[in-house]
């Protein structure tokens, strides 16, 4: 007996994934970490209004949700300026990369992304066939001008975009987005993910008629929100291609308190401003620890702080191995020259010590492994 | 400007979406159900068990979930008599449905199903470009030697069998099944979803190693453990196929309190013992109601009681429809001449009180609208 009749395209595609779990790795550690700063996750948590809401939901967690997603696209809606119908949910962004691609993308399309840029976005695009054309960082930021450029030559599908950027940090103002619409070529959509933009300073986000078919814009309750355990994201955009999504997406397919906590998360406006000020002072005391290690903290419009090591990628993955045996979770950019740093999102105060107490040591021993 | 460049296979798919969600109903009318039993929710709710540790875990929902989802998987490889790596975890069965066909149906490739049977399944396989054949009920239930017959001669890759079935409440005994197994063609899978296994009488569940590469089977927490708005799922077969799974599926796609409230559900017997009583009950009195009417319940080994309407599919709508308008959400099936029925949940007592209420009435209705 052979193995599943797979579809050669399924057949093709590697058993790896974008990214290892944090319990995956307790567990073959045989140990919990000390400090959980790898996920970007808001250690904060959600506001205290979205854990009541979907408490008060759990009771009635035997109904299917509203395939529909009624009233938390009214909100989100009002909240992006845009109407209930220019909206679309899902299980998170990567859900809707996931469901985007495979509306946009068949097999041997084009699609443009950086180099080291969301590896889901990735993920997605080479499970459904697609052909990815990457474009390097230039001075650590995604290149906006070299991916409409390569997008043009190209004749891409999707060109990918995240403001504020995973794994750097860096980000772009919505002025300068706003001008390169223009560069986005016929028949080309801007995939820009927004998922860290409730971090980034005012004027990152740009001004985009939800109806511009240029662009489709997702953001998430996984970051800011503190709800990365909710599987709730949603997308922004013209009415004919947030339509397409429900010619394929599972309608019955969220979690029912999820959407009630998400309703309530939004609302909660004084929570999420504690939060960005919490997740400021770790930020800064993340790159107090950094500075006070002779290491480079990145200028930052996330949750997150990515430090330059100040040597290669073998030196920054031996210092994440060793942050990580001590108990330290943390990630680091996959490609060259952005590969120098590692990632460590804004954690708590005991997390922070964790790290204070745990850099020093991993540093001297990475020094050790591969002497500068 | 035209619209999105969808892929040839998108812009191909029509709009229409297998279920109107009874929200969309309600809102449509203006007024709430006063009995929800159209959608074979559990309206006994989940074991308090279950609810307690979804809501134990609601402080920790700004963690992702773990990704490979390791508690649930061996609580149920345990209850299932197969290993971790013969189990996966999706979003329901529907989610799980997709990711099947995804894998295994590439655009003009057969699958086989029956007329009238999940219009989810056919979602999934429409939407990835496969070519639906489909075989009669027979004496209304699915029949497994044309369903098979059906794919030997269509060279399919998948079969779907529900057993117990949607929407009839008919089923195939387990020997029937394993019988039938080696008539599987080569190369084919038999997708048995058991969504309402837990309701059958002993011996429904076939016998089958999970090892055996010619069956997939899925089952899910939405009915019987009354977890519908949670979103799990979890399919058993062989390593391979299984394996294949995490080629495409959403790792972290998991809502983290379901998993913990999906392990406490699975512990927890004896309120599914309690549970199963209550069904029984409330499918006997829905039986009574109908026999009180002159209509003709079938037997059911679900969660629901499928009633013969005693003529044909336009008088079972019209039924339906003078239900649903008295504000008793009830749903029927598509295909005739199943269609001569309609398709009742078990529900609470009040709401089966709404249901004797106003069946009288809807009935006399439908007969003026369309005289027997």
């Not at 057949?11 to 790896?16: I, V």
């Not at 989100?76 to 985007?100: C, F, H, R, Y």
């Not at 443009?112 to 976005?121: E, I, K, L, N, R």
Request: glycine share 8%; net charge negative.
């Amino acid at each position: 007996m052979t193995g599943p009749r797979l579809t050669p395209l399924a057949a093709s595609l590697p058993s790896d994934v974008p990214f290892v779990g944090p319990e995956l790795q307790e567990r073959e550690m045989g140990r919990p970490f000390a400090a959980r700063l790898g996920a970007n996750e808001n250690v904060f948590g959600p506001s205290p209004r979205a854990i009541a809401a979907m408490q008060e939901a759990l009771p009635e967690i035997w109904k299917y949700a509203d395939s529909s997603n009624h009233d938390l696209r009214a909100a989100l809606a009002d909240a992006m300026g845009a109407a209930p119908d220019q909206i679309v949910i899902g299980s998170g962004i990567d859900g809707l990369l996931g469901t985007l691609v495979r509306l946009l993308v068949a097999e041997g399309d084009a699609v443009v992304t950086s180099d080291g840029a969301y590896p889901t976005f990735n993920y997605h695009v080479t499970g459904f066939g697609g052909t990815l054309h990457k474009v390097p960082f230039r001075d650590d930021r995604e290149d906006l001008e070299a991916l409409l450029t390569r997008a043009a030559e190209t004749d891409a599908k999707l060109v990918y975009l995240s403001n504020p950027d995973n794994p750097m940090g860096s980000w772009h103002t919505g002025a300068a987005i706003e001008a390169a619409l223009d560069r986005v070529p016929e028949g080309c959509v801007l995939c820009l993910d927004e998922a860290y933009i409730e971090f980034a300073p005012e004027g990152t986000a740009p001004r985009i008629d939800p109806e511009d078919p240029r662009v489709i814009r997702f953001r998430t309750f996984s970051k800011a929100y503190g709800l990365a355990g909710a599987r709730v994201g949603y997308g922004t955009g013209a009415r004919a291609l947030i339509r397409a999504f429900d010619k394929v997406r599972d309608h019955f397919g969220m979690n029912r308190p999820a959407q009630a906590g998400a309703c309530a998360a939004l609302a909660d406006t004084d929570w999420m401003t504690d939060v960005l000020s919490r997740v400021a002072g770790a930020k800064e005391r993340i790159a107090e620890i950094a500075r006070a290690n002779d290491l480079t903290p990145l200028p930052s419009a996330t949750n997150f702080v990515t430090i330059d090591c100040g040597a290669d990628g073998d030196f920054a993955r031996r210092v994440l191995t060793e942050l990580v045996q001590r108990g330290v979770f943390v990630r680091m950019p996959f490609r060259p020259p952005q590969d120098r740093c590692i990632r460590i999102s804004a954690g708590q105060p005991r997390e922070l010590d964790e790290l204070e107490l745990h850099l020093p040591d991993a540093l001297a021993a990475a020094r050790r492994a591969s002497p500068l």
